[in-house]
């Protein structure tokens, strides 16, 4: 039996997504745990054009925690809730972190908004309206 499959894999590295590509071109059978895959299509999307004010969208949700070792010295992790000051801190220094690792230099020009329970009630809303519009049947983008 025979599916196809959509693989996308993205990076700021164009040179490691040119030799992933090459290395599919060259040998086009991909073993995925007992599945032999066969690439049959490679297509390469021309880089974005980011602009000063960026909205990311997540596909699957954020998950912030901490690893600390409770008194008995065992180590517990503590997951943040994204209405805990700590979570917009917490992803901004792990953001500035990978900036530094992937360009040598510090990222700290780049701002990043709070989440506040405003925006987050603002997200729901629009989720709930976007769900009541595929119900119906129409199609529109929702900013």
Request: hydrophobic share 35%; no cysteine; proline share 3%.
């Amino acid at each position: 039996m025979r599916i196809s499959i959509s693989f996308y894999l993205s990076s700021p590295e164009e040179k490691f997504i040119q030799q992933f590509a090459e290395t599919l071109l060259k040998s086009p059978e991909v073993k995925l745990s007992r599945n032999l895959l066969i690439i049959s299509n490679i297509e390469v999307f021309s880089k974005p054009d980011i602009q000063d004010d960026v909205t990311i969208r997540m596909l699957s949700p954020v998950t912030i925690y901490s690893t600390l070792f409770s008194a008995n010295g065992k180590k517990k992790t503590y997951y943040y809730s994204l209405f805990e000051k700590e979570f917009s801190q917490l992803i901004r220094a792990n953001r500035l972190k990978k900036y530094e690792a992937l360009y040598g230099t510090p990222g700290g020009r780049y701002f990043m908004k709070e989440i506040t329970k405003e925006r987050i009630q603002k997200i729901e809303e629009d989720a709930r309206e976007a769900v009541s519009i595929m119900e119906k049947g129409t199609k529109r983008e929702i900013s």
